[in-house]
Every structure is written in structure tokens, then in C-alpha cells.
């Protein structure tokens, strides 16, 4: 029992500790994927920006103006040869590992050219960097072209850029003198003590306005939405190994219902070679030895009731013959010989009954055959018509006959059983009827006699068990007839039953499975 428990408790924390590092990959996977996202189109602008300005400049004056840029941004930007594909203007972010990315971009006025730019994050350097690029593209044009310019300019970054002359009015006196000494000030947005969000602010050349750019969402790592996904994946992820852990007991405990359902007298099954380590194996195990236990004390009553009636043959036809002896001296209707010779027929009589009975136990399928059970009924009636001339025993069935699989000794057997039953207790008049219920015979026998004790019903059909006592005093059986009924219907699959009919008397029916065929005549 620790094992099995052992290896539930042992799947649950597997379970845990896969679909934990399993989300555990996939979250960072995830937020690799959605940084580089997030990098390439918060940088966009940014490269339009330095691939425009540095396109404009001369091949003497490139070096000095990307060491300016290079300054403001914090990182060293370089031109190198163009072994990228990139199309004039084109630009791919490349990963190389950890936090760090290099943001390509193809020269405009030089195809074979391109920009380089190592980045690790957003950071102020190079929104500083941005908000200058911006402001001197617009220094270059007279002030009637800038709005136009800046229209255009806006277009390609991913953020919100704008002028402002109301901005301010919201700035505290360091930002205010930062921006009188034409500086440029970051601010912060926090939520939950972390930086969400950064805002740019930069002088207007020699206005009172503000070059405004933000809010520039920072990339979070946990957004709701991811957490929540990631949570019913694993979520998912568990139930669905823990249903697998179950289902897998399920079924091992399912081999075991099925070996207990299966125990019959027929089958018994085998046991198996093996011993296995968990409770569950244990007692499947336990279960196959305990039926062939049953098995050998079946066996050993089986051939203790044949040897038995076998050994008591030989003294009975002794006394048998004894009798004969003295019937010369004493007379055949001598009152004593006659108790003595109605005693011996009964005891013929029980050891024949126990030898029917069982070999009943002992019936095998591959005994069976197609058994018209119409053409049975009606000759049984016809043979108890005459054995008991003053009961009517009438008959309704279908005029299509009706057949099952079964041994039709058997069959004769049982309905012998339960029309004698009948014939010993009917004051009058026995109805039989046969009919088709689904796909099974149903046969039914009323008799008009005075019924049966309910409180011996559930026991009417076991072994020695009489009943008739209550119903017929002088009835001297041994309680054999309906267990032998019993055994024979439970033989061909099928269900017995006995209760009290609405008349008054006894009612017994039972249903066999119906041959799926019927064999041609």
C-alpha cells in the first residue's frame, strides 16, 4: 500500500515539477520573443532618424557625426559594409545573446552600407538621442516647411510625439530649468513602485513649446494576460497528466472488477506467475490464488458427492436385493417391506438429484446447441397432462417458434422442475405462457395452489432449502428441484424468479437470451 501511494504522490510532485519548468521555459521563451518585439518597434524611429541624417552627410563628415550620436546615445554606432540583404532603409534587430541586441539598418544613400547600433534596453541615452535627431531634422528647414516635416516625422515613430505649449504648466523648477538651459527631461512613470512608462520632454528651439514624446510604454515582463494564459496552460497541463495517472489506476482497479465479476463455477480463471509490487497487483494476485482455492474445494465436493453416491450404490442394491429375499418369507405387501422399499426409492431418488445438480455446476457452453424452446414447452406440458390427469395445464405462446443456445437435457430439466413444482401444489389449473421480451424468451407458470411464504422467498432457490412444507404438508422432497433450476437458467445466461401471482398462487418465470437466428425447418 506505501508503494501505491508512494508512486501517486511521486506522480503528483513529477506532475508539478514538469508543467513548472515547462511553464517556467515557456514564459521565458515568451518574454525573449516579446522583449525583441518590443525593442524593434520602440527603436524604429530611432534608426529612420539616424539612417536619414546620416545619409545626408558627407563621407568626410559621417565619422564625426556618428561620434556625436554615438555620445548622446551611451553605445558606439559604426557603418560597416552591408552583408545583411538589406534593402536602402530596411533594418532587422539582431539577437546576440543575453540582453544584447544589435539594430541594423541599411543607408539610404548607400545600399551597401549599414548602420549598427548595439542595444541593450530602452534607456535615456537613447530617447535624449531621438528627441535631438528629431528637433535637428526640423532645424534644417525653414519654419513654414516644419509642421509638414513633423507630420512626416511622426508617422514613423511608434510612440506619441507631439508640440506642446501647455506642458509646462505641469513641470516642477528643476525640470523647468533643465529645460531653460536646453536640456532634455526624462520622467517616469511608476506603477507598483516599478517605471511603467518614460516621458521625453525637449526645448522648441527658441519658443516657449516642448517637444513631447511618450508615454513610452516600458516592457513589462508579467502583464496580466500572460499570467493568466500561462496559468490555465498549467493548469491545463496538470489535470491533464493527473487524469492520465488516474486513468491508468482506473484501469488496473477496472482488471480487478472485472476478475471478481467474472467468478463463476464455470470459470474460475488462472493465477498469475507473477507477484507485482504495488497494492493494486497485490491484490489482483491475491484474487486469482483465492479462485483457485475455490476451484479445488469445488472440485474436491464434486467428487466427493460422485464418489459418495457411487459407494452407496452398491449397499443399496444389496438391501434392494435383500428385500426381494424376505418379500418370499413375508409377503410382497408385508406393511414393513413396504416402508423399507418406499424408503430406499427416496433414497435413490436424492442421490440422482444430487448427481443432476451437479452436474448442473459442471455444464459447459460448448455442450450447447439450438434448442426450440416452443416445440420443448409444448411436449413437456403434453407428458405432465398425463402424469397429472386432474390438473389443466394450459399453454400460450407465439406462433413462431423460439429457440436459444443452450443443452436441451438441461432445458427438459427445468421446465420438468418447475411443472412438477406446480403439478404438486396446483389445486386445479397450471398456466404456462412463452413469449419474446426484447431479446430474450421469457417463459412464466402460474399454478392456482396457495402460494408461497414471502418470507422464504429470497430462499427458495437454494440447495436442501424446502419451502413445499409450508405449502404441502405431506410433500416429502429434498429441496433440490428449484436449485437445480437455478443453476440450469443461470447456465444459459438468463434470470429465475419466483413470487406470488395476483390469484393467489405461485408464480416462476424466467428469461433465456434468444438464438440470434433462427435455423431453417
Not at 229 to 241: D, E, M, Q, S
Request: net charge neutral; with cysteine; charged share 20%.
Amino acid at each position: 500500500m506505501r508503494r501505491l501511494f508512494f508512486g501517486i504522490y511521486s506522480g503528483m510532485l513529477c506532475c508539478i515539477l514538469i508543467v513548472g519548468g515547462l511553464s517556467y521555459f515557456f514564459l521565458g521563451s515568451l518574454n525573449d520573443y516579446r522583449y525583441q518585439q518590443h525593442l524593434e518597434d520602440n527603436l524604429k524611429g530611432t534608426l529612420f532618424l539616424l539612417n536619414r541624417g546620416l545619409s545626408r552627410q558627407s563621407d568626410e563628415h559621417r565619422e564625426r557625426w556618428l561620434t556625436l550620436v554615438s555620445r548622446i546615445i551611451g553605445a558606439p554606432i559604426t557603418l560597416k559594409k552591408n552583408d545583411y540583404a538589406l534593402q536602402p532603409g530596411e533594418s532587422e534587430l539582431h539577437y546576440r545573446g543575453g540582453r544584447a541586441y544589435q539594430y541594423r539598418s541599411a543607408l539610404m544613400s548607400d545600399p551597401g552600407l549599414a548602420i549598427e547600433v548595439p542595444v541593450q534596453y530602452l534607456n535615456e541615452g537613447l530617447m535624449t538621442a531621438t528627441a535631438f535627431l528629431i528637433l535637428n531634422e526640423l532645424g534644417r528647414y525653414p519654419a513654414a516647411e516644419r509642421q509638414t516635416l513633423f507630420d512626416t516625422l511622426r508617422e514613423h515613430m511608434p510612440y506619441p510625439v507631439m508640440r506642446s505649449s501647455q506642458t509646462k504648466k505641469t513641470m516642477n523648477k528643476k525640470q523647468l530649468a533643465r529645460i531653460a538651459r536646453g536640456e532634455v527631461v526624462i520622467e517616469w512613470g511608476k506603477q507598483f513602485d516599478r517605471s511603467h512608462s518614460m516621458s521625453v520632454y525637449a526645448p522648441w528651439g527658441n519658443s516657449d513649446d516642448l517637444l513631447v514624446m511618450g508615454p513610452i510604454v516600458m516592457f513589462d515582463p508579467y502583464p496580466i494576460e500572460i499570467l493568466v494564459a500561462v496559468f490555465v496552460l498549467a493548469l491545463g497541463l496538470i489535470t491533464l497528466i493527473l487524469f492520465l495517472l488516474i486513468r491508468n489506476l482506473s484501469k488496473r482497479l477496472q482488471i480487478v472488477q472485472y476478475t471478481v465479476d467474472e467468478i463463476t463455477p464455470d470459470y474460475l480463471g488462472e493465477a498469475p506467475s507473477y507477484q507485482a509490487d504495488d497494492a493494486i497487483g497485490l491484490l489482483n494476485y491475491k484474487i486469482h490464488q483465492m479462485m483457485v482455492r475455490i476451484r479445488k474445494l469445488l472440485d474436491e465436493q464434486t467428487y466427493m458427492i460422485q464418489a459418495v453416491s457411487h459407494d452407496l450404490r452398491t449397499p443399496m442394491a444389496k438391501i434392494h436385493f435383500r428385500l426381494e429375499m424376505l418379500s418370499e418369507d413375508l409377503g410382497e405387501q408385508h406393511p414393513m417391506l413396504l416402508a423399507c422399499k418406499r424408503d430406499l426409492k427416496q433414497l435413490n431418488h436424492l442421490i440422482d438429484e444430487l448427481l443432476t445438480y451437479e452436474k448442473t455446476r459442471q455444464f459447459k457452453n460448448a455442450e450447447a446447441t439450438q434448442v426450440n424452446m416452443s416445440k420443448l414447452t409444448e411436449q413437456t406440458r403434453d407428458d405432465f397432462e398425463t402424469l397429472y390427469p386432474n390438473i389443466e395445464f394450459t399453454l400460450q405462446m407465439p406462433t413462431d417458434p423460439l429457440y436459444v443456445q443452450g443443452n436441451e437435457v438441461l432445458l427438459k430439466r427445468l421446465l420438468e422442475n418447475l411443472l412438477q413444482n406446480a403439478g404438486r401444489h396446483a389445486r386445479g389449473r397450471a398456466a404456462i405462457m412463452v413469449s419474446r421480451r426484447d431479446e430474450n424468451l421469457y417463459w412464466q407458470l402460474d399454478d392456482d395452489g396457495p402460494g408461497i411464504d414471502p418470507a422464504v422467498l429470497s430462499d427458495l432457490f437454494k440447495p436442501f432449502f424446502q419451502a413445499d412444507k409450508s405449502r404441502d404438508p405431506q410433500y416429502q422432497g429434498y429441496g433440490l428441484g428449484l436449485a437445480i433450476a437455478q443453476q440450469i437458467v443461470h447456465h444459459h445466461s438468463g434470470k429465475i424468479q419466483a413470487e406470488n401471482s395476483g390469484g393467489g398462487g405461485a408464480r416462476f418465470s424466467f428469461s433465456i437470451p434468444l438464438f440470434s437466428e433462427n435455423p431453417e425447418t
